[in-house]
């Protein structure tokens, strides 16, 4: 919500009047301009607590795990292949 909603929900409170009727009144409409600017809306969000507080380890665990699959996928497909080649080895041409 706005300051405008703000100031006539005061006003119709403050003057005994309906929502409505507060809209309508040439005298609150003057008030909230003269006063534009130097209220703040009086509702404020509450921030909301953890009741029990959560450790912060308690988080990780699940991203350490993942990390470690992580870790051990690449060292899966990272890893060096033995290649064995044999020396001296002449193809034969006369195949073809």
Request: net charge positive; aromatic share 8%.
């Amino acid at each position: 919500m706005n300051n405008w909603i703000y100031h006539l929900k005061d006003f119709a409170n403050e003057n005994n009047m309906s929502y409505a009727e507060a809209v309508k009144n040439p005298e609150c409409r003057k008030q909230y301009y003269d006063n534009l600017g130097k209220k703040i809306p009086k509702k404020v969000k509450k921030i909301v607590s953890i009741k029990q507080p959560v450790e912060p380890v308690e988080l990780l665990e699940p991203i350490k795990e993942k990390m470690k699959k992580i870790k051990k996928e690449i060292e899966i497909k990272t890893k060096p292949l033995k290649v064995s080649m044999k020396k001296n080895v002449v193809p034969d041409l006369n195949a073809f």
